[in-house]
């Protein structure tokens, strides 16, 4: 969540900045925050005042006792019971106050990058790369969610069948192609100097609020209600929270952590091209990369996680673009995010593989997740994120740009993984 601090001293500023949101009440919003602290900072200066009384008359009933001023005592240890039960009622309405003023945080995203351009949808993302040849296919190519029926590497009805629609079931080249995968992405992240994790794929509230998920999210994320756990939409979240209330070393930094995990998203259903086959699914597979940066490392860290994930596209030979996205796209907790986008050949569209975002410190301060400067002083880091890479778009890409003459050949970096050359 935002920095009370910086909404206080920055809050035109601030406002303007969450305008490339479209959100048009945003000043007002802000406002009714600083309220909320105002309130609480003159309350909180009641009850000190309260308590130092209470403190003082605590400190003379002793000597009137001994000085045999009854009467006085009695009027003291009076005063002293009435300021006691003052303090309590006010200490109640402090932790309501509080409890109020962090919700009215939660409910404000995270104000975009000065670089951020101003728009309403995707149509409005910048596109600031393009790399690779758009492939011509022969006149009987066919789209993804038919070759893999025809191949039958991936049934879509056994999923139906077992769980439901947008679980699909891998099978024999199918799976072998999607292990290879997950086995090229871990490899290059660890050459890269990230450090590998397995986590849970089931995270409990105070995780999913402690990197945005919630209350924002919470109706696209599956619950197990019993229990109050959440499925994972993506590994960032439980990895991220691995430095949950947790105060790093400058000598620690930057951490870089690589995470594979099932990815579950409750998504709308529609109809259209666009979510066929591998185009959209409720469980799919993602590798994750995540840093924890210096503030003044960070936009450097940005541009070095957004040059790895084009790395992965160059060696899976796949035409891409990078796109800046507008402020009405970005999500709710990120400051600037850049999406990848690799062009699916027989659909003729791009379709969207990564998105690599600097939180700045937006989630560090959820999560109160700082650092011990060289000087002693504890500041809030940055959080980084992006998906290196998620597996079905990118295996509907290199299906349909790979077709020819029957079969799908396996680009070179991926052989030594999948153990053959073509399906």
Request: charged share 30%.
């Amino acid at each position: 969540m935002l920095e009370l601090k910086n909404i206080i001293q920055n809050k035109a500023s601030m406002a303007n900045a969450l305008g490339k949101r479209n959100i048009a009440d945003a000043g007002e919003k802000l406002e009714e925050i600083i309220a909320e602290d105002e309130k609480r900072r003159a309350i909180q200066r009641e009850n000190d005042d309260l308590l130092a009384e209470a403190n003082k008359i605590a400190k003379s009933i002793g000597s009137l006792m001994k000085s045999g001023n009854k009467e006085e005592a009695e009027k003291a240890k009076k005063r002293s019971s009435e300021l006691k039960q003052k303090t309590k009622e006010l200490s109640n309405t402090l932790k309501d106050i509080e409890n109020n003023l962090v919700q009215l945080l939660y409910q404000i995203p995270n104000a975009p990058h000065e670089s951020v351009p101003a728009g309403q949808s995707a149509e409005d993302n910048i596109s600031v790369f393009q790399s690779g040849t758009i492939p011509e296919l022969e006149s009987n190519a066919k789209p993804h969610w038919e070759l893999i029926e025809d191949l039958d590497i991936i049934d879509f009805k056994l999923g139906v069948k077992i769980t439901g629609a947008g679980f699909p079931v891998y099978k024999g080249k199918g799976a072998k192609l999607q292990r290879a995968l997950i086995n090229f992405f871990l490899f290059e992240a660890g050459n890269a100097g990230y450090d590998e994790v397995q986590p849970p794929i089931v995270i409990n509230e105070e995780s999913g609020y402690g990197t945005g998920q919630l209350p924002d999210k919470e109706g696209m994320m599956y619950e197990v209600e019993k229990e109050k756990l959440f499925l994972i939409p993506t590994a960032e979240v439980p990895i991220t929270n691995l430095y949950r209330d947790v105060i790093l070393k400058d000598s620690d930094l930057p951490v870089k952590n690589v995470g594979y995990s099932p990815c579950f998203r409750r998504e709308a259903g529609s109809w259209g091209s666009h979510v066929r086959g591998l185009n959209r699914l409720h469980q799919f597979d993602k590798v994750e990369i995540v840093q924890i940066s210096k503030p003044e490392d960070s936009y450097k860290t940005l541009d070095e996680m957004c040059e790895h994930v084009a790395a992965l596209l160059e060696k899976l030979e796949l035409p891409y673009r990078k796109l800046k996205l507008c402020g009405g796209d970005m999500g709710f907790t990120s400051a600037l995010t850049f999406d990848f986008e690799v062009f699916a050949a027989a659909q003729k569209k791009w379709l969207e593989v990564s998105s690599v975002s600097n939180f700045e410190t937006y989630q560090a301060n959820r999560l109160k997740l700082r650092y011990k400067n060289e000087e002693g002083k504890t500041n809030l880091l940055h959080t980084l994120n992006g998906s290196a890479l998620a597996l079905p778009r990118i295996v509907a890409a290199l299906l349909e740009n790979n077709q020819k003459d029957g079969h799908i050949s396996i680009p070179k970096a991926l052989q030594a993984y999948t153990g053959f050359d073509k399906i």
